[in-house]
T-cell receptor, first 114, second 114 residues
Framework: SAVISQKPSRDICQRGTSLTIQCQVD?????MFWYRQQPGQSLTLIAT?????????ESGFVIDKFPISRPNLTFSTLTVSNMSPEDSSIYLC???????????FGPGTRLLVL | GENVEQHPSTLSVQEGDSAVIKCTYS??????FPWYKQELGKRPQLIID?????GEKKDQRIAVTLNKTAKHFSLHITETQPEDSAVYFC?????????????FGQGTILTVHP
């Protein structure tokens, strides 16, 4: 399976600021997704990162709050904008390849907003 | 959209016993059902998956069964060991599309007592 890395691994931020999280894969992948996992909760899909076009957001998530870029088939970023304490979560990217339903997760970014 | 319900939310067993976790899904078009194991502070790891053209799949001590008619699937772990202690998530998706997004259940905290 692909090797997936995320930066930063964790961060503590002040409310009102923004944080950009990077997801890097060691091989080209078709699909890249961003999930949020709030403390003690399950995983919720934020959006699908589309290469060369705008991301596809799930209900309850908007581009102004979670802008996403995907400039190529190995890299994506998620920005958490104008943060509040409610944004404190683990943010995970996952990847999949064409012809396979299997998704693999990155190590996650633990975000604490004060 | 798809909704996945997972039960129980917590499960405590003695080492050597079996553990069963059940999930139901709402969208009859879903045809791919993975199970992930998440240890504390780590990323979700795929442990087994099943597609809708198969009723059962086994991998050593773990097995998954699928009942398409009833729209439910289950994870079975036999001869449990303390290292099986983790949070387990079921998920569902519609494969064969370019989207492939996963909808997760709420998670089951499995504790195996030595």
């Amino acid at each position: 399976s692909a090797v997936i890395s995320q930066k930063p691994s964790r961060d503590i931020c002040q409310r009102g600021t923004s944080l950009t999280i990077q997801c890097q894969v060691d091989s080209q992948v078709t699909m890249m997704f961003w999930y949020r996992q709030q403390p003690g909760q399950s995983l919720t899909l934020i959006a699908t990162a589309n290469q060369g076009s705008e991301a596809t957001y799930e209900s309850g998530f908007v581009i102004d709050k979670f802008p996403i870029s995907r400039p190529n088939l190995t890299f994506s970023t998620l920005t958490v904008s104008n943060m509040s304490p409610e944004d404190s979560s683990i943010y995970l990217c996952s990847v999949g390849t064409s012809g396979s339903e299997t998704q693999y997760f990155g190590p996650g970014t633990r975000l604490l907003v004060l | 959209g798809e909704n996945v319900e997972q039960h129980p939310s917590t499960l405590s067993v003695q080492e050597g016993d079996s553990a069963v976790i059940k999930c139901t899904y709402s969208d009859s078009a879903s045809n791919y059902f993975p199970w992930y194991k998440q240890e504390l502070g780590k990323r979700p790891q795929l442990i087994i998956d099943i597609r809708s053209n198969v009723g059962e799949k086994k991998d050593q001590r773990i097995a998954v069964t699928l009942n398409k008619t009833a729209k439910h699937f289950s994870l079975h772990i036999t001869e449990t060991q303390p290292e099986d202690s983790a949070v387990y998530f079921c998920a569902a998706s519609i494969s064969g599309t370019s989207y492939g997004k996963l909808t997760f259940g709420q998670g089951t905290i499995l504790t195996v007592h030595p």
